[in-house]
Structure formats: C-alpha cells, structure tokens
C-alpha cells in the first residue's frame, strides 16, 4: 500500500542551526560525521536542493523575516515549523513513483502547497534524494495575522498585527488530524499520474515508526 507522507515539529531559535546542518548537508563543513543513513553515492542530480533566504544562514534569514513582520520572539518560544513530507509505498510503487522523476514534481508541488497554507513565510526548502525514501523538508515561519485593540490617553481603536503562534497550526489532535486530512486531498490525485493508489495513512505511532526509519527527522539524536 502507498502512502503520502507528512509530519511536522516545533523549532526554536536554538533548533535552526542542527537543523541547517542537516537540511543542507553541512556536516563535513562543521566537523561532523556524516549520519549512517545518509549514502551520497544514492544522490541523484538534482535532487538536493537548498534555500534559505539566499546567502545568509537560516538563523539569519529567520531573524530577518521576523524583523521585517515587525515580530520579536519571546525567549525559548516557536519560531518555525519543520515539514517533512514523503512518498511511501513497497517496492513495486516505488519504482512507479520514481518513473520519469514524477515524485519530484510531487515534491515541488508539496512545497508550493506548504507555501500556500503559510501565506509565503518559508525560510528554507530542502528536497532528500541521499537517504533510501526520497523526501522534502520545509521552514516555515507560524506566523497569524491577529486584530488586537488599544487604548490610551489619545483615544482608542484597533490595529492588526503579526505574530508567532505555531498553537494556530499545530495545537492539538484536531488541527494535526486536518493537515493529515488536508494532505491526503492533496496527494491522492498523484496516484492516478503515478499508477498507484495513496491512502489515508498509518496510525500515528505506526507512521512515526516508518517515518524515523526513513528519514533523519530526530536531529538532536545525530
């Protein structure tokens, strides 16, 4: 059976950085071992990709934009979210898949999608093609746009202004049983240019165990 894939995690500030190493394959340039299932030779051109706010670092581009949104975080709070989203399935629609690179349209199409629930905000994409489930990650900031009223000696009225608020996305099982639902919506209709039928996906514990088993997601432990 063949799954579309997504996941997502909370990042701090002081997550941005092992997150980068990872994203943008940056071990060897900081002195890193390079994770075992990581294999370069698997890589194939150009399937690994980079973006984040051109050539400063994500920590720079993240503390920009919030600049730019007039946003100044509280310590120790969400600045981003981390996407991961993928395509599962047994060998057979593996290969289907992978025909003609039609998985890496879905992956570019993924990203625009991600894009578009964010309203633009992301910092920085990365498409996998060195570990044995090809996969994209995406930065983006949670940002909302919030109606706040004010009142001081001058008078009184109401403004609207930026904010994080990753609860707004990620906050609890309801809005994350959505994005599966939203994302299942989304990726059904690539089985049919694929030659395969996309379920609605795993139990949450079992598509955690296939998720880690594919992908680096748990930076912290590398």
Not at 65 to 85: C, D, F, M, Q
Not at 130 to 150: C, F, G, Q, R, Y
Not at 170 to 178: C, I, Q, V
Request: glycine letters at 8%; proline letters at 3%; hydrophobic letters at 30%.
């Amino acid at each position: 059976m063949a799954y579309g894939i997504i996941r997502v995690r909370n990042l701090s500030a002081g997550d941005l950085e092992l997150t980068e190493i990872h994203n943008a394959r940056k071990y060897e340039q900081m002195g890193m071992k390079l994770p075992d299932n990581i294999d370069p030779e698997l890589c194939r051109e150009g399937l690994h990709s980079h973006v984040a706010g051109g050539d400063t670092s994500l920590c720079e581009a993240v503390s920009i934009h919030l600049k730019e949104l007039g946003i100044t975080p509280r310590k120790n709070s969400v600045v981003a979210l981390e996407y991961v989203v993928a395509l599962s399935g047994n060998p057979e629609e593996k290969k289907k898949m992978d025909h003609d690179d039609k998985d890496f349209d879905f992956l570019e199409d993924a990203v625009l999608w991600i894009s578009k629930r964010h309203g633009g905000n992301i910092m920085s994409y990365s498409f996998h093609g060195d570990e044995s489930n090809l996969h994209a990650h995406v930065v983006v900031l949670p940002v909302i746009e919030k109606t706040v009223k004010w009142k001081n000696q001058k008078g009184s009225g109401e403004r609207t202004e930026n904010r994080l608020c990753a609860r707004d996305y990620t906050g609890g099982p309801e809005l994350l049983r959505k994005l599966q639902d939203d994302f299942h919506q989304f990726v059904e209709p690539y089985g049919a240019k694929m030659g395969v039928k996309f379920y609605r996906g795993t139990k949450k514990e079992e598509q955690l165990k296939e998720y880690t088993k594919k992908t680096s997601h748990e930076l912290g432990l590398l």
